[in-house]
């Protein structure tokens, strides 16, 4: 692995060939192990969502505008089309109150990304921003491919990673900016959607890392991402349904919910 080709590419181009070179590997968990509780607490929001499948039949504007952003999210983009899931999930973070008071979800923050000498961009689709912090606490990557297979979904969750390389060194630079100790290793958490439905990341990010990536090196110790995808009860037909049943809609929004502590919010 250590002899694998190191280039100085934008983190938007990362592939599973990527994280092998750069000594990081994924670790699918179950829900007790991922969010560390063995029962999801229940989702807060409106019992209208839990409990009506289409906004035609909503009688609260903002829940009708909540599922239509999820119908529209089920849309594949085109080509450069920008899809419907950032609109979705700065309206879902809204909904859910991970936006709220100091947080604010904000699209299209451009980073860069240090990599084999060169500034690369590091493009975020949709991310948690702490304005007391001044940092980012939360990352959304698009999988714009998620009808086409599973090597694009592959592909999402390394760009998401090398994403969370990209922010974890702005954050550490705004500290710097600020007077404030520059921090060793952080948890970035992290969230891959395809159409509707998310993965959630835990992604331990560490100097050693962003060194590595920074000279084109092997790192000699592993990052191992922790990973989960909610259990639902038709795996078969997740993708194309998404959070549009109920009970999918009911375990996804409690996954969102225990989610929040591991942000920090």
Request: glycine content about 4%; proline content about 5%.
């Amino acid at each position: 692995m250590a002899n694998l080709i190191h280039s100085a590419k934008t983190a938007g181009a990362w592939t599973t060939a990527d994280l092998d070179s750069y000594n990081i590997t994924l670790l699918p968990q179950n829900a007790a192990s991922f969010f560390d509780t063995q029962h999801l607490p229940q989702s807060t929001v409106n019992p209208e969502i839990l409990s009506v499948q289409n906004a035609s039949d909503m009688t609260i504007s903002d829940n009708q505008l909540l599922i239509n952003l999820l119908d529209l999210a089920m849309i594949p983009a085109h080509g450069q089309e920008e899809s419907a899931v950032t609109d979705f999930m700065v309206y879902l973070f809204h909904t859910l109150h991970y936006s709220s008071g100091h947080h604010i979800a904000q699209t299209c923050r451009d980073f860069q990304l240090y990599i084999c000498g060169k500034w690369r961009q590091a493009k975020i689709n949709v991310c948690l921003f702490d304005c007391h912090q001044c940092n980012m606490i939360l990352l959304v990557q698009e999988d714009k491919h998620f009808r086409d297979g599973g090597m694009a979904q592959a592909n999402a969750q390394a760009q998401l990673i090398a994403k969370a390389v990209a922010a974890f060194s702005w954050n550490n630079r705004q500290r710097e900016e600020a007077g404030q100790p520059l921090l060793e290793s952080k948890i970035i958490p992290g969230i891959v959607m395809k159409g509707s439905l998310p993965t959630f990341f835990k992604i331990p990010v560490t100097q050693q890392l962003v060194t590595a990536i920074m000279h084109g090196q092997y790192p000699a110790e592993p990052t191992i991402v922790a990973v989960h995808f909610p259990d639902l009860s038709q795996p078969n037909l997740n993708w194309s349904e998404g959070m549009k049943p109920l009970d999918n809609r009911k375990h996804v929004l409690n996954c969102y919910e225990a989610f929040k502590a591991i942000v920090g919010i």
